[in-house]
């Protein structure tokens, strides 16, 4: 027997991470009969089949710290979200949708904006203002030039992070610096079960070292929020509470009433009107969302 992590799981084979390397699993039968579905970050047990092959049975699966549904996996200590500053614009409801949907699972996430070698001045500190008050650690990096990476790895000492974020935003870069083994792993896995093709839709782990992981994610361009009424998305803007006691109304919605702390503060540069004007697209669709 054997413990370890699964780092990736592709038609009914998990990958798992151990001391011998990457072991190939199947899970036992009784996880199907118990309606238990291993998850990537899952820490396991197994029993080696064979050490020539690398292959083995996960026999148990250790108790959970968490549980994410998007993306779906275990026992994940943070996430990092990685936007471009430029080349593209970053589309700052997606953002915030994203923050939102975290703070709802209880992960704690830093916001990571990417090519800060073609940026301009003015970009990064409109980014800056906007963000920096939001509760999440925020970083600056140049994924090709390798600038901010080390802030990066010490941002991931020690835990297991979920990376994701939009297309085009150099995600990949800055995965491929963190761990230039990913692709070549990645391809032999492809090879073994000849679903090379499928492999990007699918979370999968990188063992940084043997207490730090990553989990690069597909690419996403929408974020519906859900189990969240519009009376509590107010509870998801950080910077909004110490002006909420200047409110006139106990239960202010920040958008129409008359003396509210929260509008006055914006009116005044105190809170960041990229945040709020968010907040009020969201709270709309919330509200739309109660009608039906």
Same mark, same amino acid.
């Given at each position: ?42 820490n396991v047990k197994i =029993? +080696?089949?064979? #050490?020539? @092959?690398?292959?083995?049975?996960? *026999?148990?699966?250790? $108790? ?35 923050l939102i949907s975290m703070?709802?699972?209880d992960i704690p996430t ?77 391809? =032999? +896995?492809?090879? #073994?079960? @000849?679903?090379?093709?499928?492999? *990007?839709?699918?979370? $999968? ?88």
């Amino acid at each position: 027997m054997m413990n370890g992590k699964i780092i990736k799981g592709i038609a009914g084979f998990y990958y798992v991470h151990t001391p011998l390397g990457l072991v190939e699993c199947k899970a036992k039968g009784v996880f199907r009969k118990e309606g238990i579905k291993p998850l990537v970050g899952d820490n396991v047990k197994i =029993e +080696i089949i064979s #050490k020539e @092959e690398k292959t083995g049975n996960i *026999t148990s699966i250790l $108790e959970r710290q968490n549980a994410l549904i998007r993306p779906s996996s275990a026992n994940i200590d943070q996430a990092m979200i990685i936007f471009a500053i430029t080349k593209p614009a970053p589309n700052y409801n997606l953002l915030d949708r994203f923050l939102i949907s975290m703070q709802q699972q209880d992960i704690p996430t830093v916001v990571c904006f990417n090519k800060l070698d073609i940026a301009e001045d003015d970009d990064v500190t409109l980014l800056k203002n906007a963000y920096e008050g939001c509760g999440c650690k925020v970083i600056f990096v140049s994924g090709k030039m390798e600038k901010g990476l080390n802030d990066i790895k010490k941002v991931l000492k020690g835990k297991t992070t979920v990376i994701a974020g939009p297309s085009g935003v150099g995600k990949s870069t800055i995965v491929n610096a963190l761990y230039p083994q990913a692709n070549m792993e990645t391809g =032999e +896995i492809s090879r #073994k079960i @000849e679903r090379g093709k499928h492999t *990007t839709r699918h979370a $999968e782990l990188f063992a940084l070292s043997d207490d730090t992981f990553i989990m690069d994610t597909p690419g996403f361009t929408s974020l519906w929020l859900s189990g969240i009424e519009k009376e509590e998305l107010g509870e998801y803007y950080p910077e909004f509470a110490k002006y909420e006691e200047n409110c006139k109304f106990i239960g202010c919605a920040h958008i129409s009433e008359p003396v509210c702390g929260v509008k006055e503060a914006v009116d005044n540069g105190d809170i960041n009107r990229i945040r709020y004007d968010n907040y009020c697209t969201l709270y709309k669709e919330l509200k739309d969302n109660q009608k039906y």
